[in-house]
Structure formats: structure tokens, C-alpha cells
């Protein structure tokens, strides 16, 4: 069965400073991998998703994430953080064969200091 | 505006009396799906439904029921809704499956007494 393990429960870095929010998968490829973004009392928001067309994926907001098949990761990066980064990021899987079932990790809350 | 909805946002309850939390999407999106949200355990798929008529288990589907006769609406019930049930629940819907983004809904907040 698919897994995903979200390394880090709170990461904080400084405003301006590189953003690196690590999620490592299952042994066997997923057809999906997803990063989302939840602020403050609100649902989830997709940042972007990898569906094989290419290993570098950009996503909204200036984030991007690299999937490594040789390392069976999918880390969530961004150059340079901003106050309004700060949220809870969650990396998620789709199960192998079809594309219905979704695995979440248990998310990292990213603190921005100023 | 397209959107999902879910109502009731908050609900306090006491144990075994039957709920049913609406959700409601506008999109004409095919694929929904309901989550449940606990810290430290992210979020846990319970249902989801890959069009009318269709729907399958996720992760964590006991103690809750779903039904989608429309399109649009994809209630989940609670038949005899127990504390361990108490959660921070989550209506979301896409085009058709996964590959598409999905949309969330606002939340629905449930303390069962």
C-alpha cells in the first residue's frame, strides 16, 4: 500500500530564506504525487502535482518540487520564503493503479520568521 | 462563483444521535470525495464517489456512510456518531479524478459529546 512521510512537523526559516519541505513516498511509483497548502481555518489548496510529464513540477506561489524515482522523493522547495508562506503543507499520494484513492502525510507547518 | 459548500460549518453532538453533513459543489465536477482532518495524523480519505451512483472506501470509512444519487450533492452520514468521530471534516470535488485539482470546501467542525 502507498505511504507518504512528511520529514519535519514544524520547519521554520527566515523570511527570504529557501524553503525546503521534505516527502518521501512508497517504494512503488505512484501515478500522483500532490503537495497542497492549508491556511489558517480554511481547506485545502493544490500547489502543484506530478503526473510523469515531467520530474520538475512548478506549482503557484513560486513553489516547485522534484521527483526523485531514485531516492522516491518528491520535496517542495522555494527560493526565497514570504511572511504569507506560512501555512500547514501537505504532500499526498495517489494509490498505484487508479487514481481515485489519495494518501496524505501528516503535514508540516512552516513558520516564517521576519 | 464556483465553490463546494458544506454545511452544518460547526456541529455539537451528543453520541449516537444520527447526523448528516451536506456537501454541495457547483462545478459539475464528477469525482468527491470526504476527508477527515486530526492533528498530528493529516488528512484521511473516508469516501469518495468517481460519479453518480459510484462510490468506494478510502482509508477510514468506518462509522460513516455516503450516498450520491446528484451530481452535485454527496452527503456523509453518521449513523451512530461515537467521540472518536469528533473531527475537522472535509468535502472536496474534482473534474474527474485525481489528475484534475481537486476543490475544498470550507470545513465542517463535529464535537461528539
Same mark, same amino acid.
Given at each position: 500500500?502507498?505511504?507518504?512521510?512528511?520529514?519535519? =512537523?514544524?520547519?521554520?526559516?527566515?523570511?527570504?530564506?529557501?524553503?525546503?519541505?521534505?516527502?518521501?513516498? =512508497?517504494?512503488?511509483?505512484?501515478?500522483?504525487?500532490?503537495?497542497?497548502?492549508?491556511?489558517?481555518?480554511?481547506?485545502?489548496?493544490?500547489?502543484?502535482?506530478?503526473?510523469?510529464?515531467?520530474?520538475?513540477?512548478?506549482?503557484?506561489?513560486?513553489?516547485?518540487?522534484?521527483?526523485?524515482?531514485?531516492?522516491?522523493?518528491?520535496?517542495?522547495?522555494?527560493?526565497?520564503?514570504?511572511?504569507? $508562506?506560512?501555512?500547514?503543507?501537505?504532500?499526498?499520494?495517489?494509490?498505484?493503479?487508479? $487514481? $481515485?484513492?489519495?494518501?496524505?502525510?501528516?503535514?508540516?507547518?512552516?513558520?516564517?520568521?521576519? | 462563483?464556483?465553490?463546494?459548500?458544506?454545511?452544518?460549518?460547526?456541529?455539537?453532538?451528543?453520541?449516537?444521535?444520527?447526523?448528516?453533513?451536506?456537501?454541495?459543489?457547483?462545478?459539475?465536477?464528477?469525482?468527491?470525495?470526504?476527508?477527515?482532518?486530526?492533528?498530528?495524523?493529516?488528512?484521511?480519505?473516508?469516501?469518495?464517489?468517481?460519479?453518480?451512483?459510484?462510490?468506494?472506501?478510502?482509508?477510514?470509512?468506518?462509522?460513516?456512510?455516503?450516498?450520491?444519487?446528484?451530481?452535485?450533492?454527496?452527503?456523509?452520514?453518521?449513523?451512530?456518531?461515537?467521540?472518536?468521530?469528533?473531527?475537522?471534516?472535509?468535502?472536496?470535488?474534482?473534474?474527474?479524478?485525481?489528475?484534475?485539482?481537486?476543490?475544498?470546501?470550507?470545513?465542517?467542525?463535529?464535537?461528539?459529546?
Amino acid at each position: 500500500a502507498q505511504s507518504v512521510t512528511q520529514l519535519g =512537523s514544524h520547519v521554520s526559516v527566515s523570511e527570504g530564506a529557501l524553503v525546503l519541505l521534505r516527502c518521501n513516498y =512508497s517504494s512503488s511509483v505512484p501515478p500522483y504525487l500532490f503537495w497542497y497548502v492549508q491556511y489558517p481555518n480554511q481547506g485545502l489548496q493544490l500547489l502543484l502535482k506530478y503526473t510523469s510529464a515531467a520530474t520538475l513540477v512548478k506549482g503557484i506561489n513560486g513553489f516547485e518540487a522534484e521527483f526523485k524515482k531514485s531516492e522516491t522523493s518528491f520535496h517542495l522547495t522555494k527560493p526565497s520564503a514570504h511572511m504569507s $508562506d506560512a501555512a500547514e503543507y501537505f504532500c499526498a499520494v495517489s494509490r498505484e493503479i487508479r $487514481d $481515485d484513492k489519495i494518501i496524505f502525510g501528516k503535514g508540516t507547518r512552516l513558520h516564517i520568521l521576519p | 462563483e464556483a465553490q463546494v459548500t458544506q454545511n452544518p460549518r460547526y456541529l455539537i453532538t451528543v453520541t449516537g444521535k444520527k447526523l448528516t453533513v451536506t456537501c454541495s459543489q457547483n462545478m459539475n465536477h464528477e469525482y468527491m470525495s470526504w476527508y477527515r482532518q486530526d492533528p498530528g495524523l493529516g488528512l484521511r480519505q473516508i469516501y469518495y464517489s468517481m460519479n453518480v451512483e459510484v462510490t468506494d472506501k478510502g482509508d477510514v470509512p468506518e462509522g460513516y456512510k455516503v450516498s450520491r444519487k446528484e451530481k452535485r450533492n454527496f452527503p456523509l452520514i453518521l449513523e451512530s456518531p461515537s467521540p472518536n468521530q469528533t473531527s475537522l471534516y472535509f468535502c472536496a470535488s474534482s473534474l474527474s479524478g485525481l489528475i484534475n485539482e481537486q476543490f475544498f470546501g470550507p470545513g465542517t467542525r463535529l464535537t461528539v459529546l
